[in-house]
T-cell receptor, first 113, second 112 residues
Framework: DGGITQSPKYLFRKEGQNVTLSCEQN?????MYWYRQDPGQGLRLIYY???????QKGDIAEGYSVSREKKESFPLTVTSAQKNPTAFYLC????????????FGPGTRLTVT | DQQVKQNSPSLSVQEGRISILNCDYT??????FLWYKKYPAEGPTFLIS?????DKNEDGRFTVFLNKSAKHLSLHIVPSQPGDSAVYFC???????????FGTGTRLKVLA
């Protein structure tokens, strides 16, 4: 079965610690994305990558970092510099110009105390 | 600066009736629009899309209308079913990029 996996589903961390959220896809998609959702708000773009070894900042990249060393993997690190890290994080991928639909993973709910 | 707006946070509709969800945008460079459906604690799932060169796209019970002059799109669900109860997001793609801007969502409740 092709799809996007995010792990873990729930993650708890102490303030001041960096944490890395996993995102893997076996859809052979070129583009991958990280979004953040807060209560009452839409999805806000953190980072996106159009191709391996390349990525661009989205609207709220401060306090986050990413890497794209492999086509199928796009991990997101939430650093201690992120002021309000508690949120629901969603990873997505899209095939490219031929198809605009994004396929989303199940999400990771991160709680930082 | 919200480029994609969904001004109605919630909508309730009787089963069997039409649901109309609205979305407004400000950027005339958007070239593709999509609607997603999302259940709590899950990722959104793609519903239907429309290119900026079209004004209507239909898929079963779902129809999306695009009014470029008004920078407005809408999603019609006919007939509405209880299983359609979810949060619906509209999204717009920035032309020449893979960047998507999402609205804040509208929670649809279909009453049996």
């Amino acid at each position: 079965d092709g799809g996007i996996t995010q792990s873990p589903k729930y993650l708890f961390r102490k303030e001041g610690q960096n944490v890395t959220l996993s995102c893997e896809q076996n859809l052979n998609h070129d583009a991958m994305y990280w979004y953040r959702q807060d209560p009452g708000q839409g999805l806000r773009l953190i980072y996106y990558s159009q191709i391996v070894n390349d990525f661009q900042k989205g609207d709220i990249a401060e306090g986050y970092s990413v890497s794209r060393e492999k086509k199928e993997s796009f991990p997101l690190t939430v650093t201690s510099a992120q002021k309000n890290p508690t949120a629901f994080y969603l990873c997505a991928s899209s095939i490219g110009p031929a198809s605009y639909e994004q396929y989303f993973g199940p999400g990771t709910r991160l709680t930082v105390t | 600066d919200q480029q994609v707006k969904q001004n109605s946070p919630s909508l309730s509709v009787q089963e069997g009736r039409i649901s109309i969800l609205n979305c407004d945008y400000t950027n005339s460079m958007f070239d593709y629009f999509l609607w997603y459906k999302k259940y709590p604690a899950e990722g959104p799932t793609f519903l239907i899309s429309i290119s900026s060169i079209k004004d209507k796209n239909e898929d079963g019970r779902f129809t999306v209308f695009l009014n470029k002059s008004a920078k407005h799109l809408s999603l019609h669900i006919v007939p509405s079913q209880p299983g359609d109860s979810a949060v619906y997001f509209c999204a717009a793609k920035d032309s020449g990029t893979y960047k998507y801007i999402f609205g804040t969502g509208t929670r649809l409740k279909v009453l049996a």
